[in-house]
């Protein structure tokens, strides 16, 4: 922290660090280590009160951590194969990762989002990002798993996103990078002016929670970095930030931060949907990917689509506005009252909040200061409504608390600072290690947030926990928020980088968690629903084996004339109907490490023996005190060989 002092003071904020190391001592003072331990004790057998979403960022999953605990539950596999439960690896989830680009096995995933009804997160479903590969996917909370993932053409980089309107009616994407739309072979020289970004609004089935693109708008092709809808009286708009509208092509780092101020985008999402029913958008040809899981089978298929509704703002006036914001904006955030939109102008030390009524007035008054491509730039003084000065450098990303105050992450300064949007005063600031980068309220972007903790999600970890050679897990720390001045509780580890998290009260969650599938109602085409039916099936050099787990054997446990050559498909139904027996199955060569089998489900494996032998097969996940005897064996003979094909139980 030495050397952050120092730059605070060779930048001329000597009055802040000041600040900052009084802050410090006199937070060591009021809270001993063990009062903190107390605050986030939760006994042995009693529950966390929140669930947290953490992103796992690189590793394209999500964890689910308990708050205030900060004990790691699971993680939910979502766009990366997972060795634990077979997740990607089994036939009846492969079509999850089906792209334009072919399957694709991973991916990178930043923003969680929960569901919400009237601006409160109701539990029903989380979305995350898919950034690399542009990505929604969707999680049901009942289950905890990833049931539809949609590919968002048109589109480079799907950073600003999935954020949510209101009442989930659409979730947003865009381009951080934009890109030649439609794609097609150019120079990358030729950037300026042709280069396109794609804002887009995948609308939400209220019902099922299945996505569809609904529409998307055509915009120059800036950075657009990140994304919140309003709520309230900005319920029908949605924000975006974008840096590089200088619209550099090269050494962004510098040629993308000449300007001044760059811009919060503000697209009126009711406005578009007039736009699109009166005829004024056109369809873009583009093939991209809708997968999408059946609730009954279990099986996910794909479903591709051919065109994309877009609009041009040119064609649609009152569509899309832009809030000049200065300097390279990352974050954008609304209040819980939607009448401030809060923008984290990392490249800036005082912080500008823009007033949504204000907007709406400069708009009526066409108080405009030019236009960028025809859309209209509003007058910056006529919409601000106050600056934050002092605030801290590289402010990132801002949440809130039901009270009216903001508490933004900062990543230079590594602290969260907390000011009030009655008088825009920093009233409080908490160092956090190292490099923070979002940070989290449950609820800290609904209507009603809690005033329990904030979790700052750090990027550098170094000296915090033990070392474990070069690469250190990310960090996350737990800030009690309920007092006047944000108290640390406690600090934990988290798995992949923790780009963003979301946050919820347990009760909302828990009471509808499912415990097993009804095996009466399993609609696999390959279940087998009692040991009656278990079978092996040639069909030419295809095998399906039919095959039953239930404490503790598989039925059948010794098969035999399956030759080298074959395509085998193993076809697992888990008899169980108990909460947490699922079954797993391996067989000595095949390329996953195992399915992991739920109760009441089928899952499938694929394995082609390459050699003749005998191969054992086994359950991998320990379900009764029998466990280490539930295997079997499979007999290959070779190609030509005329063992007949046989199987058995108890023979
Ligand atoms: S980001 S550290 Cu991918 Cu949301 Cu801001
Ligand atoms: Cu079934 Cu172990």
Same mark, same amino acid.
């Given at each position: ?7 605070l ?46 992103s ?39 079509a ?16 969680p ?80 002016g ?31 970095d ?94 899309? %506005? ?6 390279? &904006?990352? *974050?954008?955030? =609304?209040? $819980?009252?939607g009448? /401030?939109? !809060? ?90 290690? %190292? ?6 309220? &449950?609820? *800290?972007?609904? =209507?009603? $947030?809690?005033?329990? /903790?904030? !979790? ?25 928020i ?13 798995l ?23 095996l ?12 009656a039916?278990?079978?092996v ?30 395509? !085998? ?68 003979p ?14």
């Open positions: 922290m030495r050397s952050r002092r120092w730059l003071v060779l930048l001329g904020l000597g009055a802040l660090a000041a600040g900052l190391v009084l802050a410090q001592g006199a937070r060591t003072a009021s809270r001993t280590a063990s009062d903190a331990a107390a605050r986030t004790f939760v006994p042995p057998g009693q529950h966390d009160e929140y669930y947290g979403f953490f796992g960022g690189f590793n394209g999953q999500v964890s689910v951590v308990g708050l205030p605990s900060g004990r790691t539950l699971r993680v939910i596999p979502v766009f990366s194969q997972h060795a634990e439960n077979g997740y990607g690896y089994s036939e009846e989830t492969k999850l990762f089906n792209t334009s680009h072919g399957p694709v096995y991973w991916d990178d995933s930043h923003h989002q929960l569901s919400r009804t009237n601006g409160q997160s109701d539990g029903r479903w989380l979305f995350i990002n898919g950034n690399n590969t542009p990505r929604i996917a969707r999680i049901d909370l009942s289950t905890f798993e990833t049931v539809e993932i949609i590919e968002i053409p048109n589109v480079g980089g799907n950073h600003p996103s999935p954020f949510a309107t209101a009442n989930t009616e659409y979730l947003v994407a865009g381009s951080r990078f934009s890109q030649p739309v439609p794609q097609r072979d150019m120079p990358v020289a030729d950037y300026k042709n280069f396109k970004g794609m804002l887009t609004f995948v609308a939400v089935d209220p019902d099922s929670g299945e996505m569809s693109l609904a529409f998307q708008v055509m915009m120059p092709g800036f950075d657009y990140l994304a919140h809808c309003g709520k309230g009286p900005s319920a029908d708009w949605c924000f975006f930030t974008s840096y590089n509208v200088e619209e550099a092509h090269t050494l962004l780092e510098v040629n993308a931060s000449q300007a001044d101020k760059d811009f919060v985008t503000a697209v009126n999402w009711r406005r578009a949907e007039q736009c699109v029913a009166e005829g004024k958008a056109t369809e873009l040809p583009v093939r991209y990917a809708h997968n999408i899981v059946d609730e009954a089978s279990g099986i996910a298929r794909t479903e591709w689509l051919e065109s994309a509704t877009v609009l041009d703002p040119a064609d649609c006036e009152g569509l899309v %506005y832009f809030l000049p914001t200065p300097k390279s &904006p990352h *974050g954008v955030d =609304v209040d $819980p009252t009448e /401030y939109i !809060v923008p984290g102008g990392k490249l800036s030390a005082t912080i500008a909040v823009h007033s949504f009524s204000k907007m709406l007035q400069a708009i009526e008054n066409r108080d405009f200061d030019g236009d960028a491509y025809g859309i209209p730039i509003l007058n910056f003084d006529a919409i601000v409504a106050g600056q934050v000065e002092r605030a801290c450098l590289g402010p990132l990303h801002n949440e809130f608390d039901s009270k009216g105050n903001v508490y933004t992450s900062c990543f230079i300064t590594s602290e969260i600072i907390k000011w009030r949007l009655s008088d825009f005063q920093v009233v409080d600031r908490m160092p956090v290690y %190292y490099s923070i980068g979002h940070l989290m309220i &449950p609820g *800290g972007d609904n =209507v009603k $947030p809690s005033d329990s /903790y904030v !979790v700052a999600l750090n990027k550098i970890t170094k000296d915090r926990y033990l070392p474990t050679g070069p690469e250190l897990t990310q960090s996350a720390q737990l800030i009690d309920s007092g006047n001045t944000m108290e640390m509780l406690l600090d934990f580890p988290t992949g980088e923790p780009h963003y998290a979301q946050g919820i009260a347990a009760d909302l969650v828990a009471p509808n968690s499912k415990q097993i599938y009804a009466a109602d399993n609609t696999h085409p390959y279940a087998t629903k009692s040991e039916d278990v079978r099936e040639r069909d030419g050099d295809v095998v399906h084996v039919y095959m039953t787990s239930i404490r503790s054997h598989f039925a059948p446990d010794v098969i035999e004339g399956i030759k080298v050559g074959d395509t !085998v498909y193993w076809h697992v139904t888990n008899l169980e109907q108990d909460w947490d027996v699922p079954h797993g199955f391996a067989v000595q060569g095949m390329e996953a490490a195992n399915i992991l089998i739920m109760p009441g489900r089928t899952l499938t494996v694929k394995w082609e023996p390459k050699a003749p032998g005998v191969y054992p097969f086994y359950c991998t996940d320990f379900c009764s005190a029998l466990h280490q005897e539930m295997q079997g064996y499979v007999r290959v070779p190609a030509d060989s005329d063992v007949a094909l046989s199987w058995s139980l108890g023979q």
